[in-house]
């Protein structure tokens, strides 16, 4: 019981570690969550493999396949989410960017989850001593990953379009594209003469 809830307190740190780091990466309290709704996604993948095995349960290699999933279903929204977001800021609309970032990620997206998919095969195939402690790893991230990769590009772009017009406002996604070249130009003399953004004018003053 003990064990248990350590699992739960390690999970849920786990999730406020990778908050915070996206908070930080997108200088946003609310993008990040379009990015770690996708957690769910693989760890229902994981749970709903473990289930239809009987052989498996829901011992501590499974709890450690769990928390793996968390960096690894984000890492394919944030390849998403980033791409957009950097879109949106300079300038393009939101629902323009949003598909610009699927249609230019998926390659991505796919090669390394399917590379990850195929490394643990020999995990899922283990045999002989310790192969259940190894095919319990291996189903785990197996399960995850292939949920998080078919059923993720479809439904974190919509939680970033939903999430993004809550948190950027009517009022800013107007004015983003109001004045798109100027940011363009910008985001260029800012890439050209590799100067910290914060130096630069912030036309986010020009909002309020």
């Known amino acids: 019981m003990q064990a248990g809830s350590k699992t ?56 450690i396949g769990l928390i793996t999933l968390i960096g690894l279903a984000a890492k394919n929204a944030i390849l998403i989410v980033e791409f957009a977001k950097e879109r949106v800021d300079q300038g393009e609309e939101l629902i323009k960017a949003t598909l610009d970032a699927v249609s230019l990620r998926l390659r991505p997206i796919l090669m390394t989850s399917l590379a990850f998919i195929f490394g643990v095969l020999p995990l899922v195939l283990a045999t002989g001593a310790g192969a259940v402690a190894r095919r319990t790893i291996g189903f785990t991230v197996f399960g995850g990953m292939l949920a998080a990769t078919s059923l993720a590009i479809f439904i974190v772009p919509v939680l970033f379009v939903l999430i993004s017009k809550l948190s950027y406002g009517r009022k800013r996604l107007e004015f983003l594209k109001a004045h798109r070249a100027e940011l363009a130009e910008r985001q260029r003399k800012i890439s050209a003469t590799n100067i910290d953004p914060t130096l630069e004018f912030d036309l986010k003053n020009k909002i309020e």
Do not use: K, R
Not at 49 to 58: A, G, K, Q
């Open 8 to 63: 739960i307190y390690i999970f849920l740190l786990s999730i406020v570690f990778v908050f915070l780091f996206l908070a930080a990466l997108y200088e946003s309290w609310s993008v990040p969550f379009s990015v770690l709704l996708a957690v769910p996604i693989g760890a229902f993948g994981a749970i709903l493999t473990l289930t239809f095995i009987p052989t498996l349960s829901d011992n501590v290699y499974a709890q």
